[in-house]
């Protein structure tokens, strides 16, 4: 893998010199890897030949600590007079320029995906990179609930893109149902890892509350403090003058701690 700095924002009066980090795959053993460092795939622009990944506060469920919560029953009630299975698919045995599919997938980006990004040509570029290994499809005898796009590699599987039936996003929590059953299905594998995206602003705390084992990249290693993690998500609403090292009243860099805000001249 090649790991990669692209300037961005500069504040000389705090000496903040912003880098957004980027990591571009070289082999597809490297997937596991990849993402415990915090990456995730990036798909923004389809002219791009190379599998980009960006570095951010991602999420994931380590399975050696999961377990079914009152939350996950809950929902799974809900969803039993809908009858709905889940079929795992290798991408390979999918049919990605169905019509049916296509529609299915679009229609749901256009009316759920921030500026409905996620128009035909962006799909099929999604669907086209090696990165998607499989599939899942969720239906029940009489239609069509609901899709995953999942990159499973090693002991990790990543629940990238999701599209539902939003007819039945808050009658039946089908979106959380379905991450849910790919979670469960992933440690039945014996896998180690499911990662689910990023962690930003407090409407994404629902996938903490929901999955016990979940932990989130701090730039640093892998942590468990759901408390910070509210913080963070709290914060990322306010405008920050300076970046966590210097305005966090304890963080840690290996075994050294920053215990307190600093008035000194930041040079």
């Not at 957004?20 to 070289?26: L, S």
Request: one cysteine or more.
């Amino acid at each position: 893998m090649k790991i990669l700095f692209s300037e961005h924002q500069t504040d000389y009066t705090s000496y903040t010199f912003s880098y957004a980090v980027y990591c571009v795959k070289e082999s597809q053993e490297e997937l596991p890897e990849i993402y415990a460092r915090g990456f995730l795939p990036y798909t923004g622009d389809t002219d791009w030949k190379d599998d980009v990944f960006y570095l951010a506060r991602s999420l994931r469920v380590n399975l050696t600590e999961f377990k079914t919560l009152s939350e996950n029953r809950r929902v799974d009630r809900k969803m039993e007079p809908l009858q709905a299975g889940m079929l795992v698919q290798a991408k390979s045995e999918f049919d990605t320029s169905d019509p049916d599919f296509v529609a299915f997938c679009t229609d749901y980006a256009e009316e759920r995906f921030a500026g409905g990004d996620m128009d035909s040509e962006r799909l099929q570029y999604v669907l086209s990179r090696d990165l998607i290994s499989h599939i899942f499809t969720f239906r029940n005898t009489e239609q069509m609930l609901g899709y995953v796009f999942a990159i499973i590699e090693g002991n990790t599987l990543h629940y990238w893109f999701s599209f539902y039936d939003t007819e039945y996003m808050r009658s039946h929590s089908l979106g959380k149902w379905m991450m849910w059953k790919v979670i469960e299905w992933a440690q039945e594998q014996g896998l180690d890892y499911v990662y689910i995206g990023t962690c930003y602003r407090e409407k994404s705390l629902y996938k903490v509350r929901d999955h016990k084992g979940a932990e989130f990249f701090d730039g640093i290693r892998w942590n468990t403090d759901a408390n910070l993690l509210k913080e963070l998500c709290r914060s990322d609403e306010q405008n920050k003058p300076v970046d966590m090292l210097k305005s966090e009243r304890k963080y840690q860099i290996g075994n050294t701690y920053f215990s307190q805000k600093s008035d000194s001249n930041p040079q």
